[in-house]
């Protein structure tokens, strides 16, 4: 079977405060006079700076116009209990600081999973700066450096995509990337938002070339996808006889699968 080449164009509060306040020192009682009491009583401890740490929930929704998002085999999404975002936002010294989500519970989901309310904690946000949540939050990256410019190749990680297993499940829950950005909060609490699409989602059958094509897909135990500058492994597929994989966008790529049963290279 010759290499499958695929030409494709894809488009592409509750508020809470914590103090960090010093604790009240107690003075010592003094029997005597030395240079060591001196330099206590002319060189008093400096209080603590305060951090001002806030809990805050907001809004996000799924695109509900996107078809290539898919947790379930008809190309719908949801949210689902666990789900998490990352909040990537500055503070008030204008570093990049990255914040994950609390888990969703079955209360957090709206309208069946197309909303939620997900709850954050941050420290010292600036409010007049840039903000990005990206879901699932394990397409973050795991460490964001403290000058990252807020953008996809300062916060995502797309090296998971990677080596991925094929399944719907693991692909819905883990890889199928999506953002929403805002240059400012726009006021005292997160900005709700809509979570746009980021990749594109292949659900993919292999045939041989017979004169009746017959299919191999459940047979596969590997396949390689290279699209002339990413390579995607994928290990296995879902119950549905289809390899689900997540990519990166491309413009007129031609698009290499090869694959093997573990006997035949194709």
Not at 66 to 90: C, H, M, P, S, W
Not at 223 to 235: C, R
């Amino acid at each position: 079977m010759n290499p499958i080449k695929t030409k494709s164009k894809m488009k592409k509060t509750m508020k809470k405060f914590l103090s960090m306040a010093a604790l009240a020192l107690v003075g010592a009682v003094m029997t005597g006079c030395s240079s060591d009491d001196d330099s206590i009583i002319s060189n008093p401890q400096q209080p603590e700076n305060k951090s001002n740490v806030v809990t805050l929930t907001t809004t996000v929704s799924l695109d509900g116009s996107a078809t290539t998002r898919a947790l379930a085999d008809d190309g719908t999404k949801t949210f689902a209990e666990n789900d998490q975002i990352a909040v990537i936002y500055k503070n008030t010294s204008d570093e990049t600081v990255k914040a994950v989500s609390e888990q969703l519970t079955n209360g957090d989901l709206i309208n069946g999973g197309e909303s939620a309310y997900f709850t954050v904690t941050l420290e010292n946000p600036a409010k007049d700066a840039a903000i990005r949540y990206i879901y699932p939050a394990s397409m973050a990256k795991a460490t964001v450096a403290t000058d990252a410019t807020i953008d996809d190749a300062g916060t995502v990680d797309f090296t998971n995509l990677n080596s991925q297993d094929g399944t719907l499940g693991t692909l819905g829950s883990t890889y199928d990337l999506c953002t929403f950005d805002a240059a400012t909060w726009g006021g005292d609490n997160l900005p709700t938002g809509t979570l746009e699409n980021q990749l594109a989602i292949l659900a993919i059958t292999l045939k041989d070339n017979a004169a009746t094509p017959n299919d191999l897909t459940s047979s596969i135990t590997g396949m390689t996808i290279f699209d002339g500058t990413n390579t995607y492994a994928v290990t296995g597929h879902d119950t549905d006889n289809k390899i689900y994989v997540a990519i990166q966008p491309t413009d007129h790529a031609d698009i290499d699968v090869t694959a093997t049963d573990g006997t035949k290279s194709y």
